[in-house]
């Protein structure tokens, strides 16, 4: 890493930690928020790559941890890190995709930040049920005092998926766009070579 992509590192964990309190409330969810630091997340995932991006939303979880303390804190910040990385990865697949069209020279008419957005929030809303289930089954149940069946958190499966899929769908395109214009205006080569103007 250049002294650029350290300073950028911290720049963005820094604006990470400082947009987790923006935040607005889901009418898909009770107790649910949509969040902005997550676009941080994937401007450094494209400018920077995997590692960096990955180690600025663990430092988030932690900083969430210290800075908010309390039980639902505790483990619904773990699950958020995973649906993270699942949307990331979702990315990093499109990306993937991309290249492998540039080298069959296949003029794909799609901007990649389609690509990005549809394999973020396919992954993110995949893994949104699967993550989520255990946690409104057992874990918000335990810590509020009031029990959800099986019936009716089932009845919320739609609604995590809702959820994701919204949450990607303005995440991703954000991100992408502010990667463009972070990284023409500070020359960084980005590590999928796929950021265009949008």
């Known amino acids: 890493m250049n002294t650029k992509e350290i300073s950028l590192t911290i720049t963005f964990a820094a604006l990470t930690i400082a947009l ?20 941080i997340i994937v401007v450094a995932f494209l400018l920077l790559g995997s590692a960096v991006a990955i180690s600025i939303a663990l430092l988030n979880v932690v900083a969430e941890i210290i800075l908010f303390p309390g039980p639902t804190v ?32 296949q003029n794909h008419k799609l901007k990649p930040v389609i690509y990005f957005t549809a394999l973020g929030a396919l992954f993110r809303s995949a893994l949104a049920p699967l993550l989520s289930y255990p946690m409104w089954r057992f874990v918000i149940p335990a810590l509020a005092g009031i029990p959800l069946s099986f019936e009716q958190v089932m009845a919320l499966m739609p609604a ?13 395109p954000i991100g992408y766009f502010i990667a463009g214009i972070v990284g023409r205006s500070l020359k960084i080569e980005t590590f999928h070579k796929a950021i265009q103007p949008v």
């Open 20 to 39: 987790d309190p923006l935040r607005v409330p889901s009418v898909i969810l009770p107790g649910v928020y949509f969040r902005f630091c997550e676009i």
């Open 160 to 172: 995590f998926m809702l959820y994701a899929l919204i949450f990607c769908i303005y995440t991703i």
């Open 74 to 105: 505790l483990v619904g910040r773990p699950l958020v890190f995973m649906l993270t990385l699942s949307m990331l990865f979702g990315i990093y697949l499109a990306s993937r995709l991309l290249k492998r069209q540039e080298l069959k020279s």
